[in-house]
T-cell receptor, first 114, second 108 residues
Framework: EAQVTQNPRYLITVTGKKLTVTCSQNMNHEYMSWYRQDPGLGLRQIYYSMNVEVTDKGDVPEGYKVSRKEKRNFPLILESPSPNQTSLYFC?????????????FGDGTRLSIL | AQRVTQPEKLLSVFKGAPVELKCNYSYSGSPELFWYVQYSRQRLQLLLRHISRESIKGFTADLNKGETSFHLKKPFAQEEDSAMYYCALRDNFNKFYFGSGTKLNVKP
């Protein structure tokens, strides 16, 4: 089944403890993206990647890192998580950006930073 | 700067009534506009995009560059339309901006 898979789905952790949220897609999509969703703010883009080894900052990149070593994977790294990064995170992918292809979203990862 | 504004957090209508979900945007270039929908317990998914000028599940949206709007409309709402709706914009650098969402509740 074609899909975007995020892990973990839920995580409770403490301030400063490095964590990684994985995202994998099996559709050979070039474009991948991370969003955070907060009440009243909708989805805000954190980072995106047009293709392997190409990443760019979205609207709210502070406190996050990403890498795109392989086409299918786009992990989100929080080197030193803080409570203001408590949020619901979505990964998404597009076949190719720029031609109005739909974004395919994962199920979301709910992070709680204590 | 917020590029996409959805002024209504919640919109309640009765089944069979017309519905309009508002979306205004702010962008000086040539944006691509989309509507995404999230039904209960499902993933966020594309509903329609302005470039296609399509009608999906009875919904339409017209890009009005003069008013910088991309309102979503349906002449007769159905109960199964109840969901969270997000307006989104893609800029010339392939960044995406989403509105804060409107929850549509269609009452029987």
């Amino acid at each position: 089944e074609a899909q975007v898979t995020q892990n973990p789905r839920y995580l409770i952790t403490v301030t400063g403890k490095k964590l990684t949220v994985t995202c994998s897609q099996n559709m050979n999509h070039e474009y991948m993206s991370w969003y955070r969703q907060d009440p009243g703010l909708g989805l805000r883009q954190i980072y995106y990647s047009m293709n392997v080894e190409v990443t760019d900052k979205g609207d709210v990149p502070e406190g996050y890192k990403v890498s795109r070593k392989e086409k299918r994977n786009f992990p989100l790294i929080l080197e030193s998580p803080s409570p203001n990064q408590t949020s619901l995170y979505f990964c998404a992918s597009i076949l190719r950006a720029g031609n109005n292809q739909p974004q395919h979203f994962g199920d979301g990862t709910r992070l709680s930073i204590l | 700067a917020q590029r996409v504004t959805q002024p209504e957090k919640l919109l309640s209508v009765f089944k069979g009534a017309p519905v309009e979900l508002k979306c205004n945007y702010s962008y000086s270039g040539s944006p691509e506009l989309f509507w995404y929908v999230q039904y209960s317990r499902q993933r966020l998914q594309l509903l329609l995009r302005h470039i296609s000028r399509e009608s999906i599940k009875g919904f339409t949206a017209d890009l009005n560059k003069g008013e910088t709007s991309f309102h979503l409309k349906k002449p007769f709402a159905q109960e199964e339309d109840s969901a969270m709706y997000y307006c989104a914009l893609r800029d010339n650098f392939n960044k995406f901006y989403f509105g804060s969402g409107t929850k549509l509740n269609v009452k029987p």
